[in-house]
């Protein structure tokens, strides 16, 4: 076996450099190379992630063989979702998310969900077969006879693949996979990276379906190289708003469907619970409205939800006043705060302008714009909007209210849960045989929005 070398490796980016140096000449990362060893250069015939499907034969898309393959759904509907539809045989998942917020007992359940249907093979570096047998038996799983595995080394684990021959395994965590042929210590990026191409390449020669548990730095990505994240077909992240019982799962980057799809669930004493109708979370239903808090209708990944936005607006005691946003862009607050000034009069130079999305949502559409400026303005005025109102739409430079996509589906979900009116983008009105049970009021121009409630 060749020996291996040793070079300064980024920890950000994975890329080597002979000699140290402050900043990574490739990310622009400071201090963030570390010694490491570098694995022996790959023979030829070693390629990338789709190694063993090149013979070098050039082909016509045409003559490809393209019958999609089935995928097999979980029993978690919301996971399927994510998912873009299932499981999809091959494919490489990585899911990130906080210690303790319930990524083992997620993978469990989707196990235990597909075991019959599919063989499954759960391995585990983090925690004794004991515990997980313990946290099986709380869950009330159907099945208990799960194949379970304690292995840390990915030589081990391919060597029992490949005897196994499982369609869905759950390698919990990929930081605890260590190969042999380096010696750095597992969860180092060199170890990373190498059992992540190992593993990768296993799963497209044997088609079988691999989920990765990704530990998440303090700042929230999945520890390691942002390679990983290229190297695999789907990337989720598994978040909580604080002190909340309820889970986001969301699809960062997603070969096989849309990204930034969500899905809801609630932990309880026997798991997680599905919530299928996500939308009531993110509504605070006050008694009696309230002035600086407004209900919009928001798109994540597939879905429309209802969330409120609500904003603050409080004389500023300092010179400088402040903008401080919670799921909302900072940027485009100060935008759209000088918009209000320029196209409706309205100046908040002299207040702080706090915003805030209900239920620790993140909003990253421009849907968001007018309802945030009306929860401003509201705020600003001690003026409550009514509770029976929804608002939604992008606020240009000109003062002008341009669309959004897909506004009928936006007013159909905030009919079916009671609203009664919606102001929205001249160009969003529905068509007259649409069906929906909803007065629309159009707007075109800023100053005409903030007149209609
Ligand atoms: P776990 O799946 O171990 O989290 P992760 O793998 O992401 O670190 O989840 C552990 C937490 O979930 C723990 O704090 C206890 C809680 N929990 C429940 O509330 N109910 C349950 O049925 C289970 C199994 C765990
Ligand atoms: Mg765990």
Not at 374 to 385: M, N
Not at 413 to 419: D, I, L, N, P, R
């Amino acid at each position: 076996m060749a020996k291996n070398k040793t070079a300064y490796i980024c920890q950000e980016c994975g890329s080597q450099s002979p000699k140290w140096v402050g900043q990574c000449p490739d990310c622009g990362a400071w201090n963030s190379l570390v010694e490491g060893q570098v694995p022996p250069a790959p023979r030829s015939g070693r390629g990338g992630g789709m190694a063993g499907l090149a013979d070098g034969r050039v082909q016509r898309l045409s003559e490809v063989a393209a019958e999609d393959a089935p995928r097999v759904a979980t029993e978690l509907a919301e996971m399927d979702r994510v998912l873009g539809g299932g499981l999809v045989p091959g494919a490489v998942i990585l899911i990130g998310g906080d210690p303790g917020i319930g990524k083992s007992t997620l993978l469990l359940q989707v196990l235990a969900g597909v075991e019959g249907r599919l063989k499954t093979l759960y391995i585990t570096g983090e925690e004794s077969l004991t515990q997980v047998h313990l946290r099986a038996r709380r869950l009330g799983l159907p099945r208990l006879d799960l194949p379970v595995l304690a292995e840390t080394s990915v030589e081990q684990v391919l060597a029992v693949l490949a005897r196994e021959k499982p369609g869905l395994v759950v390698l919990d965590s990929i930081q605890t996979l260590y190969t042999d042929s380096l010696d750095s210590a597992p969860g180092s990026v060199s170890q990373l990276r190498e059992t992540t191409a190992q593993v990768v390449r296993y799963a497209k020669q044997s088609g079988c379906t691999i989920i990765l548990v990704g530990h998440v730095t303090k700042e929230g990505a999945i520890a390691g190289p942002r390679v990983l994240e290229h190297m695999v077909d789907t990337v989720l992240y598994f978040e909580q708003d604080v002190g909340s019982r309820y889970r986001i799962i969301r699809a960062i980057k997603n070969r096989f469907g849309a990204v930034n799809e969500l899905g809801v669930f609630a932990m309880t004493d026997v798991g997680l619970k599905e919530v299928s109708n996500p939308s009531a979370l993110f509504l605070s239903r006050h008694e009696q409205p309230v002035a600086g808090s407004v209900i919009t209708v928001t798109r994540q990944g597939s879905r429309p939800l209802l969330v409120e936005v609500q904003a603050l607006v409080d004389a500023s005691a300092a010179g400088n006043p402040r903008r401080v946003t919670l799921g909302l862009e900072g940027n485009r607050l100060h935008m759209l705060l000088a918009v209000l000034h320029r196209h409706a009069g309205i100046a908040l130079g002299d207040q702080d302008v706090f915003a805030n999305v209900v239920g620790g949502m993140k909003i990253s559409e421009t849907a968001a714009d007018l309802p945030l400026l009306v929860a401003a303005l509201s705020s600003f005025r001690g003026q409550a909007v009514p509770n029976d109102l929804v608002i939604f739409g992008e606020v240009g430079l000109a003062g002008e209210i341009r669309p959004v996509p897909n506004g009928e589906e936006r007013l159909l979900e905030a009919a079916k849960h009671g609203f009664k009116r919606a102001i929205v983008p001249e160009a969003n009105r529905p068509r007259k045989a649409s069906g929906i049970e909803l007065e629309v009021l159009p707007a075109m121009r800023l100053e005409q929005a903030l007149s209609l409630w």
